[in-house]
């Protein structure tokens, strides 16, 4: 089943402490994108990335890092956590193309940082 | 960039009602998604168009290039199609692959 799989799906933290949330794909897709959603704002991008060791930022990167050392993970890195982190996360991902291709996302993270 | 609204925010509907949630955009785009995020859960995506009308079950999503408008219609609504649909656009362009999100559009739909 194409399926795009984050962990943890919920994580309580505190303010400070590391941490990874992992995003992995099975469709062999290039483009990658973390995205966070908060209620008013809608969904707004965090990282993307077009292929391996390719990533760039999205409109809201500060306080975020990325990797992508194999086509099918996209981890979203949080070196020091904040409250204003506190968010509902998705990765997303999609073939390269012509632009006019479906989006797959991932089921969420939940992430509230105490 | 693009700037994309929905209509409306929240939209309450009594089971079996005909529900229509619309979405503008800006300047030009590639494609247009609607997607589905239910309570609690992922995001799913309903349809991808750039051009006409496309249906699904009891769902159907047109889009109006010109006027820089699509339109998601649900017919004979039912409680499990309660949810919030987000209409998201892609710009134009190769290599473009950024999406620009609406903010959503909350229906509750009451047995």
């Known amino acids: 089943e194409a399926q795009v799989t984050q962990n943890p799906r919920y994580l309580i933290t505190v303010t400070g402490k590391k941490l990874t949330v992992t995003c992995s794909q099975n469709?062999?897709?290039?483009?990658m994108s973390w995205y966070r959603q908060d209620p008013g704002l809608g969904l707004r991008q965090i990282y993307y990335?077009?292929?391996?060791?390719?990533?760039d930022k999205g409109d809201v990167p500060e306080g975020y890092k990325v990797s992508r050392k194999e086509k099918r993970n996209f981890p979203l890195i949080l070196e020091s956590p904040s409250p204003n982190q506190t968010s509902l996360y998705f990765c997303?991902?999609?073939?390269?193309?012509?632009?006019?291709?479906?989006?797959?996302f991932g089921q969420g993270t939940r992430l509230t940082v105490v | 960039k693009n700037e994309v609204e929905q209509s409306p925010q929240n939209l309450t509907a009594q089971e079996g009602e005909f529900i229509t949630i619309n979405c503008s955009y800006s300047?030009?785009?590639?494609?247009l998604h609607w997607l589905q995020q239910h309570p609690g859960g992922g995001i799913v995506s309903l349809f991808m168009?750039?051009?006409g009308k496309k249906k699904h079950g009891r769902l159907i999503a047109t889009i109006n290039i010109q006027e820089k408008h699509s339109s998601l219609h649900i017919t004979a609504s039912h409680p499990r199609d309660s949810a919030v649909y987000i209409c998201?656009?892609?710009?134009?362009?190769?290599?473009?692959?950024?999406?620009?999100f609406g903010k959503g559009t909350k229906l509750s739909v009451i047995p």
């Open positions: 990335s077009m292929n391996v060791e390719v990533t």
């Open positions: 168009l750039s051009s």
């Open positions: 998201a656009v892609r710009d134009p362009g190769a290599g473009s692959y950024q999406l620009t």
């Open positions: 300047v030009g785009i590639s494609a």
């Open positions: 469709m062999n897709h290039e483009y």
């Open positions: 997303a991902s999609s073939l390269l193309g012509t632009g006019n291709t479906e989006a797959f």
